[in-house]
C-alpha cells in the first residue's frame, strides 16, 4: 500500500538506501523543521544525504488521527528530567519525533523575527547580539514562506512590514475575539494568519477543511510540516531518511574531525553511519545531549563545547493563556488554533520598565487541552470541573507570546538516571530573572485587558511557557558561542549544529519559520563551499548568495505579495 | 435512571435527571463516525467498546484510586452504562509506564507517585476519621481530597514532605480529565464536534452550529448543593503560582 503523506501525496518510492561503511556525505541527525529542508536541499545539490530519525516514518493516513488522545505518539514522550525556579513542561509541550519533528504539531504561526531582534544587546543591553543581521535572513524569509507556503495578510504591519503569497484564512470565533478586544482598546491587529496553512489547494496538498486537529498532526495536508513540504523532494533526489535511527554519539577521528554517527535501530542493535559532515538538528535538547554524550579524550565536556557554553543560553518564550467565558457562544475548536495576532507589543518600550516584549495571539485547545488548563488556571475539580468544561463552548482563549532573554543558569545537562538505551537523559534547568517576570506580568495583564474589552465576563490565566530555543548558540566568538554564523561548529570544521539550538535570542515571533530560514542559509553555505567541507579546515565566512533553484516543486516564482 | 445516592446530602435537592448531562440534548458524537477517516474510526470505537482491564494497580490500591476518582472527576448524574472509565485508563497509562516527556527533579517516578499518595491518602483518612477511605461518605472523602487540592494536607502525611502535593494534584487531574473528555461522551456532554476529518468545519465564526451539531438549550444546571468541589474558584490557589501548564496550546 502506499505511503501517504497527506490524503493526495504519497512518498516517492523507492528511496534510495546506503550502506553504513560506505561513507555519505552528510549524516543529518534529526528531521525536524530544519533536518527535512537541510535534507532536501544538500540532496537537490548531488550530495549524497542520511537522515537518522528517532522516531517513525508517518504515514498521514495510518498513523494520525482526530484525536488529542490518540495522537500522543507526535511528541518526545520519553525521560527527561526538569527544574530550576520555573521548571520547563515538555512532552507535548515543544517537542517531536518522528519525521517532520515539531513541525507535525506546531500550530504553524509563522511570524518572522524584527529587526531588532537579532542586536538586543547594542539596542538595549541586553541578552546579545547575532552575528547576522535581519538583511542576512530576509530572502530566506521570503523563500521559505514560498516553500512552505505561508497564508496571511497582504498587510502585517510589524517588524519589516510585508505581505504573504497565500491570502488569510477566514475568522474563526476567537479570532474575532482577538481582533474585537484590541479594536476597543485601539490595538492593531491582524487575522487569518500569518500562518503555515493553505488557504488554497497547492500542488498535491488540500486546503485547509477548519477541523481544529492542527496540534495533533494534519491529516488534511493542509498546514506544513517538513515531512510533506520538503521531505519528499528530499526522497526524489536521493536522500535516505532512516527512522527509528537513535544516534547516541558523533565519532571523532585522531585528527579532529567527525567521521560518523553511531545509533540504536528500533531492535535496540548498535549501528555505524560513516559521513564525511555531520549535522546535527535534533532540537534545543536532543543536539546539546547527542554533544555531550559523544564527550572522548579531547573533547572531555562535550563536543564543540571548548567554550563551556554548550547547553547554556537555553530559552522558552513565556505562553501564558489567558482564557474568557462570554455569554455567547463562541465554539473554539473550530478554526486553526493560530489565526489572529498582534505584535504591538513586541518591541522595547523604556515606559513599561523592563525590556522587549511580547505578542498577543489567539490559541485553541481541545477538550483536554482546555480541561488542563482550567486545572493549573482555575484549580478546577470535582463538580467545578464538570462545570466549567460544560461551558467550554463559551469560552475563548488567547496566549501571551512573550520574549525570554537568554541566561547562562538556564541550562541543558546530563542527568544521572539512564533512558531505555541506557543514555543519560537531559536535565533541563529554566529560571526566570527580573525582566522576565516583569514582562511576563505586563503581558499577562495586557491580554486579560484585551479578553475583557471583548466582553468577557470572566477571566483567568494559567502561566506556561512555549517552544524551546537556544543551548547551541552562534556568535562570532568561539569562546562565548558554540557555532559561527554558518552552524558551524568552533571546534570541529566538519561538525555542524542547525536547529533551534543556534538561536543567540528568541524575540515574541514563534520560531518555525526562523529555524528553517536559517536551515536553508546553511545548505546555500555548505552547497557552495562543496568538498571543502570534507577536508579542509578553512572557514570562509563569506556570504554564499541564495540559491533559487533548489526550491521544491511548485513554489518557485511564486511571489511575496508588497502592497506599500 | 441515573445511579447513585448521596449521602453526604444535608442540603438541597437530588441531581436533576437529564437524558445525558451538559446543554446538548440529543447530540451524539458517535453517531457520526461514519464521517470520520478510518483510523480515527478505530481509536474512538475501541475507547467505547475496549475498556483495558486492571493490570498495574492491586486490587486494594485500585478500590482505593477509584474512590478517590469518583470525587475528583464525579460522574454520579450518569447512569452505570454511560460511565466513563477513567481508572482503567491511568492503569494502563502506569502498566505500560507511558510518560508524558518528563517528570520534575522533585518528583518521583510517575508510578510511584501513584503509589505513596495512594497509601498517604489512606493513612491520612485512618488517623482523621479512623476507617478507610472507601468506607467513608463522600463529604469526608471530600474533605480528605479538599486538602490535597488545596496544597495543605489534612493531616499531614510524611508522603507529602518529600512528595510536593500540587504537582501529584496536577498530575492526578491531568489523567483523569485526560481520560474523561477523551471519550465521545464527554464530547457530547459539553457540544464539542470530535473528530471532523474529512468533512471539516462550514461555520466558523459566532458559535454557529454545523448542521449536524445541536444547538445550546441552557437550563439551570447544579452540582449537588454541599459537595466541596462545586464552588468556582475565582482564581487558582497561591500554591498553583509553581505549577505551569503542561498542554501544547501553542
Known sequence: ?564 | MTKKSFPFLVTGGELKQYEQPGYYAGYSTMSQKKSWDEATQKVVTDRVEKVPSIRFFSQEEAALLGAVIARVMPQDDRSEERTIPILPVLDERLYKNSLNGFRYEDMPPDREAYRLAIKAIEEMTQERFGRSFTDLTVHRQELILKSLHDGRPEPSHAVWQTMPVHRFWAMLMEDCVTAYYSHPWAWDEIGFGGPAYPRGYMRLENGLAEPWEKEERRYEWNAPADSLSSEQEKDAPPEYSSLHGHGGSH
Open chain 1, 1 to 564: 500500500m502506499a505511503h501517504h503523506l497527506g490524503p493526495m501525496q504519497t512518498l516517492p518510492s523507492p528511496m534510495r538506501r546506503f550502506t553504513e561503511n560506505d561513507p555519505v556525505d552528510y549524516c543529518i541527525v534529526g528531521v525536524g523543521s530544519a533536518g527535512g529542508v537541510l535534507t532536501q536541499r544538500l540532496a537537490r545539490a548531488g550530495f549524497r544525504v542520511v537522515a537518522l530519525e528517532a522516531g517513525p516514518f508517518w504515514d498521514t493516513e495510518k498513523d494520525w488521527v482526530s484525536d488529542e488522545r490518540g495522537s500522543h505518539e507526535l511528541y518526545w514522550n520519553d525521560l527527561r528530567i526538569t527544574g530550576g525556579t520555573h521548571p520547563l513542561a515538555l512532552g507535548e509541550n515543544n517537542s517531536g519525533k518522528g519525521v517532520g519533528g515539531g513541525s507535525v504539531h506546531w500550530a504553524a504561526f509563522t511570524p518572522r523575527f524584527h529587526p531588532s531582534d537579532f542586536r538586543i544587546y547594542t539596542e538595549d543591553g541586553v541578552g546579545t547580539d547575532w552575528p547576522i543581521s535581519y538583511g542576512d535572513l530576509k530572502p530566506y524569509y521570503e523563500l521559505l514562506e514560498r516553500e512552505i507556503p505561508v497564508a496571511g495578510p497582504a498587510w502585517f504591519p510589524w517588524g519589516d512590514p510585508h505581505g504573504h503569497p497565500y491570502g488569510p484564512h477566514p475568522l474563526g470565533g476567537v479570532g474575532d475575539v482577538l481582533v474585537r478586544g484590541c479594536t476597543n482598546l485601539g490595538i492593531r491587529s491582524v487575522a487569518g494568519g500569518p500562518v503555515a496553512i493553505l488557504s488554497a489547494s497547492h500542488g498535491d496538498r488540500p486546503h485547509c477543511i477548519y477541523r481544529g486537529f492542527c496540534l495533533q498532526g494534519c491529516k488534511v495536508g493542509a498546514k506544513a510540516s517538513t515531512l510533506i513540504t520538503h521531505v519528499p523532494d528530499a526522497i526524489s533526489h536521493g536522500a535516505e531518511i532512516r527512522a527509528h535511527a537513535m544516534a547516541f554519539r558523533v565519532s571523532v577521528r585522531e585528527d579532529g574531525r567527525v567521521d560518523g554517527v553511531m545509533y540504536f535501530d528500533r531492535e535496540g542493535k548498535e549501528h555505524f553511519q560513516r559521513a564525511r559532515a555531520v549535522i546535527v538538528s535534533g532540537y534545543a535538547i536532543e543536539t546539546p545531549r547527542l554533544l555531550f554524550n559523544s564527550a572522548c579524550p579531547g573533547h572531555r565536556h562535550g563536543l564543540a563545547n571548548s567554550s563551556g557554553t554548550l547547553g547554556k543560553y537555553l530559552m522558552a518564550q513565556a505562553g501564558n493563556v489567558v482564557a474568557g467565558r462570554f455569554e455567547e457562544l463562541i465554539r473554539l475548536y473550530k478554526a486553526p488554533p493560530a489565526h489572529a495576532l498582534s505584535e504591538e507589543f513586541y518591541e522595547t518600550d523604556p515606559r513599561r520598565g523592563f525590556a522587549r516584549g511580547f505578542a498577543i495571539q489567539t490559541v485553541g485547545p481541545l477538550p483536554v487541552g482546555f480541561a488542563k488548563h482550567m486545572v493549573a488556571a482555575m484549580g478546577a475539580w470535582g463538580w467545578g470541573m464538570r462545570r466549567v468544561m460544560m461551558d467550554y463552548n463559551h469560552w475563548a482563549t488567547l496566549g501571551v507570546l512573550g520574549e525570554i532573554l537568554p541566561w547562562e543558569d538556564n541550562r541543558i545537562e546530563l542527568a544521572e538516571e539512564k533512558d531505555q538505551y541506557g543514555l543519560p537523559v537531559a536535565k533541563v534547568t529554566f529560571n526566570l530573572h527580573d525582566n522576565d517576570k516583569k514582562l511576563i506580568e505586563f503581558g499577562k495583564n495586557k491580554v486579560i485587558e484585551v479578553m475583557f474589552a471583548a466582553g468577557a465576563k470572566q477571566v483567568v490565566q494559567e502561566p506556561r511557557f512555549a517552544h524551546l530555543v537556544g543551548a547551541a548558540r552562534m556568535g562570532s566568538d568561539p569562546s562565548t558561542s558554540v557555532v559561527d554564523k554558518f552552524g558551524r561548529t568552533h571546534d570541529i570544521p566538519n561538525l555542524f549544529v542547525c536547529d533551534g539550538s543556534i538561536l543567540p535570542t528568541q524575540g515574541s515571533a514563534n520560531p518555525g519559520l526562523t529555524i528553517q530560514a536559517l536551515a536553508a542559509r546553511t545548505a546555500d553555505y555548505l552547497i557552495k563551499q562543496g568538498n571543502a567541507i570534507f577536508y579542509s579546515n578553512r572557514r570562509d565566512m563569506d556570504e554564499p548568495g541564495i540559491r533559487y533553484d533548489l526550491s521544491p516543486p511548485y513554489t518557485r516564482f511564486k511571489g511575496n505579495p508588497r502592497i506599500a
